[in-house]
């Protein structure tokens, strides 16, 4: 797999300038959002301590809660499926399909379905897939992945929208007013629901004691997903159980507050057996989960319930996009998910972090995202996965920085300040600090220099 | 009371004067200021970039220059987050452990172990913003925090309010990051400078005349924003205007 490249990927973000400020403003926006919603809740922070004992305490006794759910489930009329991995869900899910002589399926938002290009799969097997989530939708038509785990097409501008509707739904490409965008997408989309032969959602958690999975929308197309076609499918991750239906009002209390900094989202819609005369099916996927639950300092990114509150806090995401990630999941939890699938093809990603720590303190769940960040860097350089210069730089300062005396050598003089220490204290090419900012200018001589002047002897 | 002074290497090379106001400041508050000789760095920069195996000569020469001290003092809140929340590149021992949780940033130690009252000495004329670097601000709890919707506080501002003639400018994101990072700045250049770049503009917009902060690092990054795009911010560090610093 061919590397990520963050930072460049990151320089194109930036240089189409009104989107790069639109995207950090929108952003930033549903931040002081979610702290407005959060100031005026007393108990938030206990509710996200709580949230993190709940999801904790599953996690590590996950095998009997998906036992508990499994069987309330097909007590409850549902079939249920496991899927190992990402090969295996899509093929459940398109044997499911040809069995009942599916054409077409409508489906609402899930970012498992992306992990495992469930969409592709089926579209090379001559199977329809209409996204219904507006957002999601605008992506699929401009062939692009989701930037953003909760708004999709955060990165585009209104106008960049109309321009992609009207060269696949053809509609007026000068009209960019966003109830027109949003009524010819609605327009266009409502007889998928009524001619599709199947829907399918994801599910943002899977309760223990009834079997049900809840999914949570503001546009109400997983309903309709899941409600008008005949066959509905939902695809669930192992780590969205939560053992009782008291402990899911935790949850429901802090998604929509910490992702969109709305108190509740539109729909929260509970998904327990199938319509007369309709089929319901779960899967059950691990891809991956399992393995990760099982590492001592990464399994707590298992917690997350994608509300995306860490992307919208985190300045390097504003400011460089959720696909200069070149992964699934982006953002600050994304650069803690993704090494788990592949470390070499991700090693950039626990580097596009300033370590600010802004993640960690707006998370519901209380991951403690930027210390992850912190580990998988570590992990990284332990795997020789740092790249070439930055390991070449390391070595040199840190055999200059444990030796007094070279020290000494390297920074005393003026001019040799001057020539080594910006290469040595920033580690990299003058050229890359340079090319934005100016370069402090040396001083006449170091602190030591003035201590062994002024104060060395005389006391 | 004997404290030892921690002048880190990138202020020990480009903020001499960030070294002195501190060493001088300690002194004036009656503190015997130790300048261990042999002091280089903390670690920081290798452990930041993961790389443990070069961190651990840089550590174990730290702590063979700070043991022993009741108080290690630095102006620099990265490097105390580092010493004192990641310092493991080496052994822990005891003398180890001591020397993480005796090490102190100046503004906490001023506030909180000093309990420093008033800096009659202090006059400074000017609007100021102030930068917390991330480090002070969520890993050394300087202020409160813009996530946690807790009670307001701020330790450097409360410092600082002491200081005669001193007004503040209130940026739009006060808490935001910006984009310094260390290796960040250079390896993520593109986003380092656009975080820059807005970070000195909310200054700009909030009519501060001087930019304060107790990491010079942060300030380093954001002075040559400030320069290339020619907004006339001024930088200081927080230690300079305690100790007397008019300009």
């Not at chain 1, 403690?368 to 350089?381: F, K, S």
């Not at chain 2, 490097?79 to 949780?101: G, L």
């Not at chain 2, 390896?187 to 909310?202: L, Q, R, T």
Request: charged letters at 25%.
């Amino acid at each position: 797999m061919k590397k990520i490249h963050h930072a460049e990927a990151s320089s194109y973000f930036i240089e189409a300038k009104d989107n790069e400020a639109f995207h950090d403003q929108r952003l930033w926006d549903l931040r002081q959002k979610r702290d407005r919603e959060a100031a005026v809740i007393p108990e938030f922070q206990e509710l996200r301590n709580l949230a993190s004992q709940i999801k904790e305490h599953t996690l590590t006794h996950l095998a009997e809660y998906l036992e508990q759910f499994e069987a309330k489930a097909q007590a409850n009329g549902v079939t249920v499926h496991w899927a190992l991995d990402a090969a295996e869900h899509n093929r459940i899910v398109y044997d499911l399909l040809t069995d009942h002589s599916v054409r077409t399926l409508v489906k609402s938002k899930s970012m498992l379905t992306e992990e495992c290009e469930l969409r592709p799969f089926l579209e090379r097997r001559g199977i329809e897939v209409i996204e219904t989530d507006l957002g999601e939708r605008i992506q699929q038509l401009d062939n692009e992945p989701p930037s953003h785990i909760v708004v999709p097409a955060v990165h585009k501008l209104r106008g960049d929208v109309a321009k992609v509707f009207a060269r696949t739904l053809d509609t007026d490409p000068d009209n960019d007013d966003p109830n027109y965008l949003s009524e010819q997408m609605r327009v266009k989309t409502r007889h998928f629901f009524v001619d599709a032969e199947a829907g399918m959602t994801g599910g943002n958690f899977a309760v223990a004691e009834t079997g049900g999975v809840v999914v949570c929308t503001n546009e109400g197309n997983a309903d309709l997903s899941a409600n008008v076609p005949p066959l509905f499918i939902a695809s669930v991750g192992i780590e969205k159980l939560v053992p009782r239906l008291d402990d899911l009002a935790v949850f429901i209390r802090l998604l929509s507050r910490s992702a969109l900094g709305s108190p509740i989202t539109q729909y929260t819609s509970h998904f327990r057996a199938p319509r007369k005369s309709g089929e319901m099916h779960i899967i059950l996927v691990d891809n991956g989960r399992s393995e990760r639950l099982g590492m001592e300092e990464f399994w707590y990114s298992l917690k997350c319930i994608r509300c995306g509150a860490c992307m919208n806090t985190c300045p390097v995401y504003r400011r460089s996009g959720g696909l200069s990630y070149g992964a699934v999941y982006s953002g600050p939890i994304g650069i803690i998910l993704n090494p788990t699938h592949d470390m070499r093809k991700y090693s950039s990603l626990p580097f596009a972090s300033t370590l600010n720590g802004s993640c960690t303190h707006v998370c519901p769940v209380k991951i403690n995202i930027h210390e992850q960040i912190y580990g998988w860097r570590r992990v990284l350089a332990k795997h020789n996965q740092l790249p070439f210069v930055k390991k070449a730089a390391m070595k040199v300062a840190g055999k200059i920085l444990s030796d007094p005396q070279k020290y000494r050598k390297t920074i005393d003089v003026a001019d040799a300040a001057i020539e080594h220490l910006p290469r040595f204290l920033l580690y990299s090419r003058m050229n890359a600090w340079g090319r934005q900012r100016e370069v402090p200018a040396p001083p006449d001589q170091t602190f030591h220099a003035w201590y062994l002047k002024n104060r060395e002897g005389k006391q | 009371m004997k404290a030892a002074l921690f002048v880190p290497c990138f202020i020990d090379a480009f903020f001499p004067e960030v070294g002195i106001a501190t060493l001088e400041l300690l002194e004036r508050l009656g503190v015997a200021v130790d300048y261990p000789l042999r002091q280089t760095c903390c670690g920081q920069p290798m452990a930041n970039s993961g790389d443990q195996a070069d961190a651990a000569a840089v550590e174990a020469l730290f702590v063979e220059n700070f043991k022993g001290y009741e108080y290690i003092v630095t102006p620099s809140g990265s490097c105390t987050h580092h010493v004192r929340d990641n310092f493991d590149a080496i052994p822990q021992t005891q003398e180890v452990q001591e020397v993480r949780s005796n090490t102190y940033e100046l503004v906490e130690f001023l506030h909180d172990t000093l309990k420093v009252e008033d800096f009659p000495w202090a006059e400074f004329p000017h609007k100021v913003g102030i930068h917390n670097s991330c480090s002070s601000l969520r890993g050394l709890r300087h202020a409160s925090m813009s996530e946690l919707a807790e009670p307001e506080f701020s330790k450097p501002k409360a410092l600082l309010s002491k200081v005669k003639g001193i007004s503040f400018a209130e940026l739009s994101r006060p808490d935001e990051c910006c984009g310094f990072g260390g290796t960040f700045a250079v390896f993520e250049e593109p986003v380092s400078a656009k975080m820059g770049y807005d970070k000195v503009n909310d200054f700009k917009e909030a009519g501060a005349e001087y930019v304060v902060s107790a990491d010079s690092s942060c300030m380093m990054h954001q002075q040559g924003c400030s320069e290339r795009l020619g907004l006339g911010l001024k930088f200081i560090h927080i230690a300079q205007i305690l100790n007397g610093a008019n300009s």
